[in-house]
């Protein structure tokens, strides 16, 4: 459980996590700032930009098939 509390409490802003999971979404992460990254992310951040991530990504593939189609 401690475990847990000391991941919460990790130092990377929200900003920071959502560059984060941006890079890791087109897949541009050196392997440095990916140790990096993983030392200092806030997993509830992440979970949160990750379905950030996912809404956009949705909304541009609908947009993207309405303009085409219609």
Do not use: C, Y
Request: overall charge positive; aromatic content about 6%.
């Amino acid at each position: 459980m401690d475990e847990m509390k000391d991941a919460v409490k990790r130092k990377m802003s929200f900003a920071q996590t959502l560059r984060a999971v941006f890079w890791s979404f087109i897949g541009l992460r050196k392997g440095s700032e990916h140790e990096r990254d993983m030392a200092q992310l806030n997993p509830v951040h992440v979970i949160i930009a990750g379905l950030i991530g996912v809404a956009i990504l949705i909304a541009v593939l609908i947009t993207v098939v309405r303009v085409v189609v219609g």
